[in-house]
């Protein structure tokens, strides 16, 4: 803005430009630009260092610079009274309804003090200039409050598309999880529970990740559906499930396989530590409590296997079902591994 001031009075050759940079002549000229100076680097200064109040100094700053600058360009420009706009313009940034009503009155009241007290008196200016300016302000101020409403509006259509989005989006996942969970038992179904395992396992075969698969079923369940009805087997199937999901780990994963039988995928543990594992889970289900199921325990038979590079799903599930057939031949309510350094046959019972 300076240089530009300062190209137009060099290029105008009328004695008014000349003069406006003579001190002893262009005093207002000067003295503004000066103070557009302050002002603003005031404002400024106040930004970078109070953590208050900002919209205040940007405020004032722009009323203040507006009425200088309008000073500073009457002599020379015709309709400077549009830089008299910048306060309702900061307003408008601002998308302050308040603000800018305040910003507008004042604005008219204040250009009123000007008109009357020096341009009509000073510079003849005639009322009907004054009185299309103070309209000026007005279609302005209307028009700002119109921008700022609209924009209000835009908004709240893009918080409540915002909001339906979110409201499709859990939709979305409630379903998901609808399609990925059993509804009895509330652990992973078993379509899940091969899509994780699928992919747990290509991470062993590239990655060496530690995997160790533990497949279980509840002792003697069809003598509990048969003497206590369904309803009492469906009572046992959720809190034995409620127990699993309770003590694997953050790194596991627990399914309901079908029927009353389960499965659990251990990762990121050692074969101890996954037997050790099964071993809790085994022990914590047999201390259950079911009064409703004539007060006697329930138990459940593991088959555990560690997985080896180069077995594969097939093989893993047939050694982890040959250890739990194992399991229950053998007595039930026990773990059963298979081996790992001989035939497919060979298990080992830690009961």
Same mark, same amino acid.
């Given at each position: 803005?300076?240089?530009?001031?300062l190209?137009?009075?060099?290029?105008d050759?009328s004695?008014?430009?000349?003069?406006?940079?003579?001190?002893?002549?262009?005093?207002?000229?000067?003295?503004?630009?000066?103070?557009?100076?302050?002002?603003?680097?005031?404002?400024?200064?106040?930004?970078?260092?109070?953590?208050?109040?900002?919209?205040?100094?940007v405020?004032?700053?722009?009323?203040?610079?507006?009425?200088?600058?309008?000073?500073?360009?009457?002599?020379?420009?015709?309709?400077?009274?549009?830089?008299?706009m910048?306060?309702?313009?900061?307003?408008?940034?601002?998308?302050?309804?308040?603000?800018?009503?305040?910003?507008?009155?004042?604005?008219?009241?204040?250009?009123?003090?000007?008109?009357?007290?020096?341009?009509?008196?000073?510079?003849?200016?005639?009322?009907?200039?004054?009185?299309?300016?103070?309209?000026?302000?007005?279609?302005?101020v209307?028009?700002a409050?119109?921008?700022?409403?609209?924009?209000? *509006?835009v908004?709240?259509q893009? $918080? !409540? &598309?915002?909001? #339906?989005?979110?409201?499709?989006?859990?939709?979305? /996942?409630?379903?998901?999880?609808?399609?990925?969970?059993?509804?009895?038992?509330?652990?992973?179904?078993?379509?899940?529970?091969?899509?994780?395992?699928?992919?747990?396992?290509?991470?062993?075969?590239?990655?060496?990740?530690?995997?160790?698969?533990?497949?279980?079923?509840?002792d003697?369940?069809?003598?509990?559906?048969?003497?206590?009805?369904?309803?009492?087997?469906?009572?046992?199937?959720?809190?034995?499930a409620?127990?699993?999901?309770?003590?694997?780990?953050?790194?596991?994963?627990a399914?309901?396989?079908?029927?009353?039988?389960?499965?659990?995928?251990?990762?990121?543990k050692?074969?101890? *530590?996954?037997?050790?594992?099964? $071993? !809790? &889970?085994?022990? #914590?289900?047999?201390?259950?409590?079911?009064?409703? /199921?004539?007060?006697?325990?329930?138990?459940?038979?593991?088959?555990?296997?560690?997985?080896?590079?180069?077995?594969?799903?097939?093989?893993?599930?047939?050694?982890?079902?040959?250890?739990?057939?194992?399991?229950?031949?053998?007595?039930?309510?026990?773990?059963?591994?298979?081996?790992?350094?001989?035939?497919?046959?060979?298990?080992r019972?830690f009961?």
């Amino acid at each position: 803005m300076l240089a530009v001031q300062l190209l137009f009075v060099l290029s105008d050759h009328s004695p008014e430009a000349k003069a406006s940079l003579i001190p002893s002549k262009g005093h207002l000229f000067i003295g503004c630009n000066i103070m557009i100076m302050v002002a603003m680097v005031t404002a400024e200064m106040w930004l970078r260092s109070a953590s208050q109040y900002h919209k205040q100094a940007v405020v004032v700053s722009g009323f203040v610079v507006s009425y200088l600058l309008y000073f500073v360009l009457e002599p020379f420009v015709d309709g400077a009274q549009m830089t008299l706009m910048m306060p309702i313009m900061t307003a408008l940034i601002y998308y302050d309804q308040k603000l800018l009503g305040y910003l507008g009155v004042f604005s008219l009241v204040f250009y009123g003090g000007v008109y009357f007290g020096l341009e009509r008196i000073l510079l003849n200016k005639p009322l009907l200039e004054f009185l299309m300016v103070e309209c000026v302000f007005i279609v302005f101020v209307v028009m700002a409050m119109a921008v700022i409403t609209r924009g209000r *509006e835009v908004r709240e259509q893009m $918080e !409540q &598309l915002t909001k #339906s989005e979110q409201g499709l989006m859990v939709e979305r /996942a409630i379903s998901d999880k609808l399609l990925k969970i059993d509804a009895l038992t509330g652990l992973y179904n078993h379509k899940t529970f091969h899509e994780y395992l699928d992919s747990l396992l290509e991470q062993c075969e590239s990655n060496g990740l530690r995997l160790q698969l533990a497949l279980f079923d509840i002792d003697n369940f069809k003598r509990v559906n048969d003497i206590y009805g369904h309803w009492v087997g469906d009572l046992v199937l959720k809190e034995v499930a409620a127990k699993v999901g309770g003590m694997i780990g953050l790194n596991d994963f627990a399914a309901r396989y079908g029927g009353e039988e389960f499965a659990v995928i251990f990762t990121d543990k050692s074969f101890h *530590e996954a037997y050790s594992a099964a $071993e !809790q &889970l085994r022990l #914590s289900i047999s201390a259950m409590e079911h009064p409703y /199921a004539g007060g006697k325990p329930i138990t459940v038979s593991i088959g555990l296997c560690d997985y080896q590079h180069g077995y594969g799903k097939e093989m893993l599930f047939r050694k982890t079902d040959h250890a739990l057939y194992t399991a229950k031949r053998s007595g039930k309510n026990t773990v059963v591994t298979a081996s790992t350094t001989f035939g497919d046959d060979n298990v080992r019972s830690f009961a």
